[in-house]
Every structure is written in C-alpha cells, then in structure tokens.
C-alpha cells in the first residue's frame, strides 16, 4: 500500500511535521506504554509492579498528556498514539510533538493505518520476525505524509473520535452480553449436574478402567499432512473444553509410534499441564481428526467402564465443581509450569446418575449448549464486523475517502 495525494492536501514527511522531544524521566512517575490498538497511557504508578527504570542513563524520558508516541520495533503494527498520562518512556520510543499547528491525534492516526496497511514494513530494515526497526529517528523522520490542512486534520480527528467511540459502545455492549452468555452456559451445565437422591458420589477412578498417558519425543513444528505421517498432540489441544486437531506437532518418519497411544473418535481428553492455570485440566472430546495422532505426556486420556456415557462425563469435566478441584490440586504459580497430579485427578469426587440419566442429561446439554454457542458465535462475528467497519472507518477519513466539513465537532 503506497499513500496518494488527494487534491488540497500536502505532500510531507515526519521530520518537517513532528520534533521529537527530550525531557528528563521523572523517577517519581510510573511508565507509559503504546499498545497495537493505538492506546497510550500509564501502566502503573506503582514502582513495587515492576513499571520502573533504573535511572535516566538508561535513556528512559518524560512524557506528558498530548505527547505523540510512536514504539520503534512495534509502530508497524499501530503501537503509536497520543498520550493520555504523564509518565515515563523507554528509550524504544519515539515522544514528539507537531512543529507547527498539525493535529497530533490525526497523525497518530494516520501512522497506525500507515502501518496495519503494511506501508511501515518498507520504510525501514526488519530486526527479528514480525518487527519493524525505527529507533534510528532519521529512518523514523523520513516517512512520507500526506496531510490536510490543520483545521481539516482537527475536523476529522473529531468525526473519528466521536464515530469511533460509537463504535467501541456497541462493541462493549456486545462483549458483556458474550460474558453473560457464557454465564449462562456454565449455569446451564452445572444446574444439570446437580445431584438427585440415586446419584452415586464417588471418586473418579471407579468410574474409570484406566487411565493414559502419552510421550513427549522431539517433534517437527509443521502438522502431519503427508499420507503416513504421525503427530503428537500438544497439552492446548482441549484448552477450554474444545478439541483441535491442529494443535499437535509432526512426528519425526523414523518414529517408532506405539499405536496403543493412537488418538481415535470419541477418546475423552484431559489436559495434564498449561502455563496457564486456568488451562489446567481442560478436557474435551475428539470430535474430529483428519490426521495421526497419538498422546504426548502433557494429556491424560481416560477409559470409562462399560455402562458410562463419554458425553455426560465430559460435561462432568467441564462443570464448576471439577474445576475448584482442579485450582485446588495443581502446582506452580502464574506464568510457570502447572501440573494436574495424576493421583489427584483418579481421587477428584463426582456425582454419577443412573447410565439412563447420563445419556439424558448429556443430550439435553448438547442440545441447550449448542444452542448458547451459536448465539456466542454470531455475537462474536457481529464484534469482528464490527472492528473491521472502525478500522475502515479510520482508513477512509485518514487518506481523505470521507468528506469531513472543517470545524466540525
């Protein structure tokens, strides 16, 4: 995407438009971030959460509400924005200010279209996958601007605020009525598993004839496409209780597979470990395959005795009760390795029914979750159009394809 000059607007560049500026950090303030989605502001005020630098050797500086700010490795990507804090920034950004009269809230939006659109991503050399270097401010000034005039950039940063936050109301409306949806969900799968008088309260493992678990051999990074091939299953591939086959690794040809550890329909998954804790002992049902699969170490599966109905035991693994069993059981701390104990898991209590009300109940919640997920989804779908009509939005008003009246509010 290269820019094009509309009639009445100049041809620029950064460095006759933006200065950049250089003030002292200020060791009393927190630090200020620039998000992908163009928002600029304190992190914490807290020096205790880590937000911190050392000193003002480490080239960290001043910023003040109104600042433009403009990430050097991630603006490619629309981590640029004017500042609503004063705080503190790091040496990767960029803070200026207009040298005369421009709008700093149309630049900023029209550098983030500059750069979702792929523009910014040949303006300068790249440094590592997915990032595009700029903190050599002359590789950052040189970029070519086309600007209207500064009442007509103050018209137009006004539509866009007062459009765009149209947008993001409905956007939040739509993301609590998601939430709520999914309340109601998990309150649907836990009224329906409430035990009755003839429900046997038992552990786990008499339920069960055994339990698997997989191998962790040194994989490929691509998926098994080729006829023959094996993959092995990655611990995220039930995360929240829905199963991807395409979350698993290919399997070296010279692999001697152990078929007894084969993936196959209908196997009931438990995830064994996550970095996330909320991720721990996800489980779900292969629903589908398309490839060869087998266990890895990080995945349980577990064999029902005749008589239980997998889909009722999987909504079982899916219910609030299981899953204050499982914060229960699992070590490690947040961002580290947290494991769900075997032992722990054959010990978990469940409820279990009559094997006619197991198959009862399962299909009432197939059927009233199915129904719930559909309205989940085209929530969803409704949010994404809703985010690609904003960015369209902004990509029409910052290249001049809207006509905003000057002085418009």
């Known amino acids: 995407m290269t820019p094009t000059l509309r009639q009445g607007w100049r041809q620029t560049t950064v460095r006759r438009v933006l200065r950049p500026l250089d003030r002292p950090a200020q060791p009393e303030l927190g630090v200020i971030t620039a998000y992908r ?19 003002t050797e480490n080239g960290y500086q001043e910023i003040r509400p109104g600042d433009l700010v403009f990430h050097a490795l991630d603006g490619f990507a629309g981590a640029v924005g004017v500042s609503d804090s004063r705080g503190n ?39 590592r996958e997915r990032s595009v270097d700029f903190r050599n401010w002359s590789t950052f000034a040189r970029i070519p601007l086309f600007l209207p005039s500064a009442a007509e ?27 709520m949806l999914r309340e109601r969900r998990q309150a649907v799968v836990d009224e329906s598993l409430h035990p009755d008088a003839d429900w046997e309260v038992h552990a786990l493992k008499f339920a069960l004839d055994g339990i698997d678990q997989g191998v962790s051999p040194q994989a490929e990074s691509d998926l098994a496409q080729e006829p023959g091939s094996w993959g092995v299953l990655k611990s995220g591939c039930v995360n929240r209780g829905v199963f991807n086959p395409l979350e698993h690794k290919r399997l070296p040809d010279d692999f001697a597979v152990d078929e007894r550890l084969a993936v196959s329909l209908g196997d009931l998954l438990v995830s064994r470990a996550s970095g996330s804790p909320d991720l721990v002992g996800s489980a779900g049902t292969v629903d589908r395959l398309g490839y060869n699969l087998i266990l890895s170490d ?16 999987y909504w079982l693994l899916n219910s609030r009760h299981y899953r204050t069993q499982v914060r229960q059981s699992i070590s490690g701390a947040e961002g580290l390795a947290n494991n769900l104990p075997l032992s722990a898991l054959r010990n978990f209590s469940i409820a279990v029914p009559p094997a006619a009300d197991q198959r009862r109940i399962a299909a009432y919640l197939n059927d009233e979750i ?40």
């Open 37 to 55: 989605d163009g928002v600029v502001t304190l992190r914490s005020n807290r020096r205790e959460d880590g937000y911190t630098f050392s000193d």
């Open 370 to 409: 199915a129904k719930l997920d559909a309205l989940i989804a085209e929530t969803v779908r409704f949010i994404e159009l809703s985010r690609e009509r904003r960015a369209a939005l902004i990509t029409a008003a910052v290249t001049g394809q809207v006509d905003v009246q000057i002085g418009e509010a």
């Open 298 to 313: 990080k995945l349980f599966r577990l064999r029902l005795r005749d008589g239980h109905e997998p889909r009722f035991f």
């Open 153 to 179: 950039q103050r018209s137009i940063a006004n539509y866009l605020d007062r459009e765009t936050s149209r947008i993001d109301t409905l956007i939040d409306e739509q993301q609590r009525l998601i939430e």
């Open 89 to 127: 920034a790091s040496p990767v950004y960029h803070v200026c200010e207009p040298v005369a009269g421009d709008d700093p809230a149309f630049i900023a939006r029209l550098l983030r279209h500059l750069g979702t659109a792929g523009f910014l991503t040949t303006q300068a050399p790249s440094v």
